[in-house]
């Protein structure tokens, strides 16, 4: 079941098939235009996504290190998202902004929820809400993109394929070491993941839902902070 609200909402062109197949659910047009008005709070959240998405990685790479493929996976991925974290925080400095603390937005906390409580349904759900993260992030990524200055835009549109080949690692491994379909599990979770990214919010972060009365921070005050 879908979101009433975001029914009418399409992919932006840019978006891999497998993703919005995968997702089924646009973002709303809304949160790409309040995040693009406040570079800010869009860049440090989505740096902080990136360190969390490598701390992720390493956790699971220690966890559950019987498992060959997922350590080479993990392990991989982790570099690459570190390497993200890297370059947005330097992009970050160029454009004048200060890093500061800032909240999460409750969404990767919400999907983390819904995870099994033993093993192995616990790593089955994790990697499908890891597939979850990644494949929003790059329909993000090319969402927002037309909307940004052309460094960033450059930027995010060169994450795309990263982010599809993060998303299609986390659902292969779900599917290897899952012991039947995950199909009615990915469905599951996907719903989940639907009322997530359709809540509103009141703080523009990477993976808010659409705004109501966002705080917005301009550029030149965010690097007085």
């Known amino acids: 079941m879908r979101p009433s609200d975001v029914t009418d909402a399409v992919f932006a062109p840019e978006v891999p098939a ?13 949160w790409a235009e309040a995040a693009a008005a406040d570079l800010p709070s869009l860049l440090i959240d989505h740096g902080n996504c990136e360190l969390k998405a490598a701390s992720t990685a390493l956790a699971l790479l220690h966890r559950y290190a019987q498992h060959e493929q997922l350590v080479w996976r993990m392990s991989r991925l982790a570099r690459e998202e570190l390497r993200h ?19 999460a937005s409750g969404y990767a906390a ?56 993060h998303f299609q690692d ?27 990214i359709a809540s509103p919010a009141t703080q523009i972060r990477f993976h808010s ?17």
């Open 170 to 196: 986390y659902l292969n491994l779900a599917e290897q070491i899952a012991d039947t379909s995950i199909a009615d599990r990915v469905d599951e979770l996907r719903r989940a993941e639907h009322r997530l």
């Open 110 to 165: 919400g999907l983390r929820a819904e995870v099994a409580g033993n093993d192995p349904d616990k790593l089955v759900d994790t990697l499908i809400v890891g597939a979850l993260i990644e494949a929003r992030s790059c329909e993000r990524f090319a969402m927002i993109a037309p909307l940004l200055p052309e460094n960033l835009a450059k930027f995010y549109r060169g994450l795309l394929a990263s982010e599809a080949r």
């Open 85 to 103: 974290y890297e370059q947005v925080r330097k992009i970050a400095r160029q454009m004048g902004i200060t890093w500061r603390t800032l909240s």
């Open 18 to 30: 497998a993703i919005a197949s995968f997702l089924e659910v646009p973002s709303l047009l809304e």
């Open 209 to 225: 839902g659409p705004p109501i009365a966002c705080n917005v921070v301009p550029i030149e005050q965010a690097s007085r902070v």
